[in-house]
């Protein structure tokens, strides 16, 4: 059975850090290109940040460039997502997801609250 865990959110107060972590089973966790996304209150489900199998490349919405940095290790089935300098406007339900690469198969996880207030 796949399954994908998040887990590292929590309150946070503006320019403060958080590192979710995505653990899989289930998956051949090497061969999957690995994402993370969120949706804030009454807005759509955006993209964040991917990372592709192998880990050579890293794409990341406009919004967190410089802020956030996307990770993997293959050995411990795991990505993760570090976020500095956190603003209010990154408050949303974050989710991690596994595409398999040439497919449209993704399976994602339950999601992680991150709420940044003072």
């Known amino acids: 059975q796949v399954q994908l865990a998040e887990s590292g959110g929590g309150l946070v107060q503006p320019g403060g850090s958080l590192r979710l972590s995505c653990r899989t089973s289930?998956?051949?966790?090497?061969?999957?290109?690995m994402g993370w996304y969120r949706q804030a209150p009454g807005k759509d489900r955006e993209w964040v940040a991917s990372i592709a199998s192998g880990g050579r490349r890293t794409e990341y919405t406009d919004s967190v460039k410089g802020r956030f940095t996307i990770s993997r290790v293959d050995r411990s089935n795991t990505a993760y997502l570090q976020m500095n300098t956190l603003r209010p406007e990154d408050t949303a339900v974050y989710y991690c997801s596994a595409n398999l690469p040439h497919t449209d198969k993704y399976v994602w996880g339950q999601g992680t609250q991150v709420t940044v207030a003072s």
């Open positions: 289930g998956i051949i966790f090497s061969t999957y290109n």
